[in-house]
């Protein structure tokens, strides 16, 4: 009972220290805020100002883009050959498919049986501690 009331203080002061930080770390986030006006409220219709319409004395033209203009028909016989050999390759390319030939016997012996009795019986020659 005698350590009831200096363990009460400690509690209370933990707590008053947590709470005094979260009301400094919520100011930081106001000001961080940009500060928003609050909206006006609304005005009465005999009160309100007629707005006056204004409009523009000028149009902004929109640009038009460009049309794009093909490429010339005059290709030489030799960039053209050269095109088409090269997506003749690219297709070739994309059909040839390489499929690994799976063994499953081999598979079969490559497992290895694995001990943990064994294993830790190892790890602890290993690891031995040294006094």
């Known amino acids: 009972m005698e350590n009831f009331l200096p363990a009460l203080l400690i509690i209370g002061g933990v707590i008053y ?7 400094k770390e919520q100011e930081k986030a106001r000001r961080r805020m940009p500060q928003v006006p609050q909206p006006p409220l609304p005005i009465p219709s005999e009160q309100r100002p007629q707005r006056t ?9 929109i640009p038009v883009p460009p049309k794009k203009t093909e490429r010339s028909p005059n290709i030489s016989e030799e960039v053209r050959k050269m095109r088409e050999k090269r997506s003749a390759d690219a297709n070739s390319i994309k059909k040839v498919v390489v499929k690994p030939v799976v063994n499953i016997e081999s598979e079969k012996e490559d497992i290895i049986s694995f001990d943990l009795r064994e294993a830790v019986i190892q790890s602890a020659i290993l690891n031995r501690p040294y006094q």
């Open 17 to 23: 220290k947590i709470y005094s930080e979260y009301q």
């Open 53 to 61: 319409v204004i409009e523009p004395t000028m149009s902004i033209p």
